[in-house]
């Protein structure tokens, strides 16, 4: 079944203790994001991919880190997580950038940082 | 990209028809409209994409006038499933050179009374 994995599903965990959030896709896709979702401010971009070993920033990369060393791996990074850090978090995926392609995205994972 | 304007928010009841606007003023003639769906927890899901014209699939209609400026994501007969925030994204395909962030914004949250 093609899928975009997430885990954890939820995490809780306290302000400093570095913390990975891996997504996994098994479509072959080059484009890979990652989205942080807040009450009231919708849906931002805070990382993307756009193949192995090509990342840029999105409109909320402060405090996080990608990396993307295989085409279908895109782990999100916190090295020193704090409580404005907890938020659902979303992976997605699509065959190439651009708007025009559609995006599959994974389950979600809900952190929150005491 | 261009900057989509779309309602915060709808009401409406069971069975009636339901059109929600977007405005893209200043859409490039490379860019297609498309629209997600996102229910509570759960990541956004494409629903439709157009250029121009009418599209129509089994979920919902897209409407696009010829000045490409606005476009309207028409579900009809809503039930209480439907329930959930509607996206439109205005991008191209990610041939050119650019910037690839996608902006999903705050959305419009459609709520559905019975």
């Known amino acids: 079944e093609a899928q975009v994995t997430q885990n954890p599903r939820y995490l809780i965990t306290v302000t400093g203790k570095k913390l990975t959030v891996t997504c996994s896709q098994n479509m072959n896709h080059e484009y890979m994001s990652w989205y942080r979702q807040d009450p009231g401010l919708g849906l931002r971009q805070i990382y993307y991919s756009m193949?192995?070993?090509?990342?840029?920033?999105?409109?909320?990369?402060?405090?996080?880190?990608?990396?993307?060393?295989?085409?279908?791996?895109?782990?999100?990074?916190?090295?020193?997580?704090?409580?404005?850090?907890?938020?659902?978090?979303?992976?997605?995926?699509?065959?190439?950038?651009?708007?025009?392609?559609?995006?599959?995205?994974?389950?979600?994972?809900r952190l929150t940082v005491l | 990209l261009a900057k989509t304007t779309q309602p915060i928010s709808m009401d409406s009841y069971e069975g009636q028809e339901v059109n929600i606007t977007c405005s893209h003023n200043n859409i490039a003639t490379n860019d297609y409209i498309t629209w997600y769906q996102q229910f509570p927890?759960?990541?956004?899901?494409?629903?439709?994409?157009?250029?121009?014209?009418?599209?129509?699939?089994?979920?919902?209609?897209?409407?696009?006038?010829?000045?490409?400026?606005?476009?309207t994501l028409s579900l009809p007969r809503v039930?209480?499933?439907?329930?959930?925030?509607?996206?439109?994204?205005?991008?191209?395909?990610?041939?050119?050179?650019g910037s690839y962030q996608l902006t999903f914004g705050k959305g419009t949250k459609l709520s559905v009374i019975p």
């Open chain 1, 51 to 109: 193949n192995v070993e090509v990342t840029d920033k999105g409109d909320v990369p402060e405090g996080y880190k990608v990396s993307r060393k295989e085409k279908r791996n895109f782990p999100l990074i916190l090295e020193s997580p704090s409580p404005n850090q907890t938020s659902l978090y979303f992976c997605a995926s699509s065959l190439r950038q651009g708007t025009y392609n559609e995006q599959f995205f994974g389950p979600g994972t």
């Open chain 2, 41 to 71: 927890s759960q990541g956004p899901r494409f629903i439709i994409q157009g250029y121009k014209t009418k599209v129509t699939n089994e979920v919902a209609s897209l409407f696009i006038p010829a000045d490409r400026k606005s476009s």
């Open chain 2, 79 to 97: 039930s209480l499933s439907d329930t959930a925030v509607y996206y439109c994204l205005v991008g191209d395909t990610g041939s050119g050179a």
